[in-house]
């Protein structure tokens, strides 16, 4: 890993940002690829009950995820500060007790997800029919928590040192791995969701070894030891400080999508199934606009630590850009190209037909959750991840509860459930980038 570091903090910001970048689209992309190979292998192969079962699930595992992706982010922030202010002893300890961290969080949400799963399902009013089989999925599923979290402080540690390729290519191995899987369990071994759970779970154990076995074999000061692996108390607050925060918001954003999730289980099974085919397009979008947000902590990580202030404000300036940019591009593909997409998931037209519904709307809305997303990464590489996430509750997930029990409950339409996601992100946008620019001008760099 030590020769593919970068230094962040000279050269185009465009530039580098978009090399960095593609990388992390790629890797994501990738990462969204295990649920979609789930779902697709299940819908072509197992029958509609199936794969209603493991849709029903995406809102719940997406919760969990959440919460250790932001976990991760902690982890990308302070590494890249203190790489880019040269403080090499910090950067040792940060990097170590990270992993600690981690292996603890992923521990949590395995436990978390192992006994109270069930209990979620059923407070989300998942249809009967769908129920065992959605129980089923997400407790072979959540056995790969751990491996997750591993994955995750990995990826985090090599981004904020510029390093993009090395996650690629072992999610990319893991990726072709649990496809096979998926194929082999569920047509040859005729396992179903257990399947396509017991694969995902796999090949997130293998991604994890992979990249925990580069950062042991690198070499050099920043080398994974075990004899470095101590809880330092200082580092292990910073941590919690910015990474807590962020993963509490991704999990707090998928408590309110929970809600719309309820009010997608209000309609039938075909609906359900529609949605749960069609909101593969939300992670194939937020994951990939979501690289930029990642390439923005990175940048302005360096660039806070090497005190160049201008180049800090011009880091957030280019990812929103750049994620707003994706967003929208991506966003209008699916519109045009909607029914060929379900096709991967489904062969029911009416499916076909429900999860359309959900792509004309969501289409021309991606684009403009860059707004809020870009804001909340560049408050946090400042080191502000409270406000933040304070703002998006009160905005995005309160928002959200109020318009599923006030404007859903009285159209009682699909539309004017979807419509929900463009204004929550529209004024939760508005107050985060008024918030930015007031930590921005007050923060000290340099």
Not at 303 to 327: D, E, P, Q, W
Not at 378 to 401: D, E, N, W, Y
Not at 405 to 417: C, D, G, Q
Request: proline share 2%.
């Amino acid at each position: 890993m030590k020769e593919d570091r970068q230094d962040l903090t000279t050269g185009s910001i465009w530039g580098k940002m978009l090399l960095f970048s593609i990388p992390l689209v790629l890797t994501n992309f990738l990462q969204v690829l295990f649920n979609m190979a789930d779902i697709a292998v299940i819908g072509q192969f197992a029958g509609s009950l199936s794969l209603g079962a493991v849709g029903s699930t995406t809102t719940l595992v997406t919760l969990f995820t959440g919460f250790l992706i932001g976990m991760g982010g902690g982890t990308n922030v302070l590494v890249a500060r203190f790489f880019g202010a040269k403080d090499k002893e910090s950067t040792i300890k940060t990097i170590h007790t990270a992993l600690l961290v981690s292996m603890v969080a992923g521990m949590i949400v395995l436990i978390f997800g192992l006994l109270f799963s069930k209990g979620i399902l059923e407070l989300l009013n998942t249809k009967e029919e769908l129920l065992d089989g959605a129980v089923l999925y997400i407790r072979i599923y959540f056995l790969g928590m751990p491996a997750m979290a591993l994955y995750n402080f990995g990826n985090a540690v090599c981004s904020a040192f510029g390093d993009t390729k090395k996650p690629l290519y072992y999610l990319g191995a893991a990726g072709i791995v649990n496809i096979v899987l998926n194929l082999f369990f569920v047509i040859v071994c005729k396992m179903d969701v257990a399947g396509v759970a017991a694969a995902s779970i796999i090949s997130q154990y293998l991604s994890a070894f992979l990249i925990l076995r580069a950062l042991v074999k690198v070499g050099g000061d920043y080398a994974l030891r075990l004899s470095k692996l101590r809880f330092d108390k200082r580092m292990a607050g910073y941590l919690i400080q910015i990474g807590l925060p962020a993963g509490l918001q991704n999990g707090i954003f998928q408590v309110a999508n929970l809600f719309i999730q309820a009010g997608v289980n209000t309609f039938d099974a075909t609906m359900v199934a529609g949605n749960s085919a069609a909101a593969n397009a939300d992670a194939l979008l937020y994951d990939s606009m979501a690289a930029f947000y990642t390439a923005c902590g990175s940048f302005m990580g360096q660039n806070y630590g090497a005190g160049k202030r201008k180049r800090v404000r011009n880091s957030y300036l280019v990812s929103l850009a750049y994620s707003f940019g994706i967003g929208t591009i991506g966003g209008i593909a699916l519109v045009i190209f909607g029914r060929q997409f379900l096709g991967l998931f489904t062969n029911d037209p009416a499916v076909v037909d429900a999860g359309m519904k959900r792509l004309t709307i969501m289409g021309f809305s991606y684009g403009f959750s860059a707004f809020m997303d870009s804001a909340i990464a560049a408050s946090r590489a400042l080191g502000k991840s409270v406000i933040p996430t304070v703002i998006v509750i009160i905005g995005s997930c309160i928002f959200r509860m109020v318009w599923v029990n006030t404007v859903f409950a009285y159209f009682k339409t699909i539309p004017s459930l979807y419509l929900l996601y463009i204004f929550s992100w529209g004024i939760t946008a508005v107050v985060e980038i008024i918030y930015w620019v007031h930590v921005y001008r007050n923060t000290k760099i340099g």
